[in-house]
């Protein structure tokens, strides 16, 4: 059972351009959720959905970052005009949607943002 | 955002000694989680706590969900190089659509 897939690892930009993260959540998992992480300090949540719903966005800034997670395909993580305090490391973590165990999530291994 | 108070923010310690870290908060949580988070990796489960006083193992780890459902502790027996890394707690809430509230991190640093 493959783990969380995030791609891609490490993403290069140059300031406005646009940033697309992709998410794969573990097979069963129907939630997912969005992190980001600044050199030397924890995460910081974003956002949590399910398939084709946004159930929290209330750690999103407001303008530029959007969220989806589409009945088919990955989860997307994009951030329009990007700029050099958007330098990080995005995280994904998804969970179970049943069992005993749905509230633990799992995390990938993450797309380390660079904007020049 | 809320954050749970991690204790200690960093150690060091000599190879073979034991460590001892917790997670404290004001609010009651149904679930605790103990992650371990390599240099340019994405945090690793260790453990995971269901039931108030619960305690659990996974090798020379031990972790304990507190009575009060209000802290945790994470224990690491004869430590060894490779448990160098960064430990986060994570607590569930009872309530709110997002509920995973995360510690700040325990920066661990093992001297061979």
């Known amino acids: 059972n493959a783990g969380v897939m995030q791609n891609p690892r490490h993403l290069v930009r140059r300031r406005g351009q646009e940033a697309r993260l992709r998410c794969s959540p573990m097979?069963?998992?129907?939630?997912v959720y969005w992190y980001r992480q600044l050199p030397e300090e924890g995460l910081k949540f974003m956002v949590y959905?399910?398939?084709?719903?946004?159930?929290?966005e209330s750690g999103m800034p407001k303008e530029r970052f959007s969220a989806e997670f589409p009945k088919e395909g990955p989860s997307i993580l994009r951030i329009q005009q990007v700029v050099r305090g958007d330098s990080a490391a995005y995280f994904c973590?998804?969970?179970?949607?049943?069992?005993?165990?749905?509230?633990?999530?799992?995390f990938g291994p993450g797309t380390r943002l660079t904007v020049l | 955002g809320q954050q749970l108070n991690q204790s200690p923010q960093s150690m060091f310690i000599q190879e073979g000694e034991d460590v001892s870290m917790n997670c404290t908060s004001s609010?009651?949580?149904?679930?605790w989680l103990w992650y371990k988070q390599d240099p340019g990796e994405g945090p690793v489960l260790l453990i995971a706590?269901?039931?108030?006083?619960e305690l659990t193992s996974n090798g020379r780890l031990t972790a304990q969900f507190g009575i009060t459902r209000k802290d945790s502790f994470l224990n690491i027996s004869a430590s060894i190089p490779s448990d160098v890394g960064i430990y986060f707690c994570?607590?569930?809430?009872?309530?709110?659509?997002?509920?995973?509230?995360f510690g700040t991190g325990t920066r661990l640093k093992v001297l061979a």
């Open positions: 706590l269901y039931k108030a006083g």
């Open positions: 994570a607590g569930l809430r009872t309530s709110g659509t997002y509920k995973y509230i």
């Open positions: 609010s009651i949580f149904n679930t």
């Open positions: 097979k069963g998992h129907s939630h």
């Open positions: 973590a998804s969970s179970p949607s049943s069992g005993p165990s749905t509230d633990t999530q799992y």
């Open positions: 959905l399910q398939k084709e719903n946004i159930i929290d």
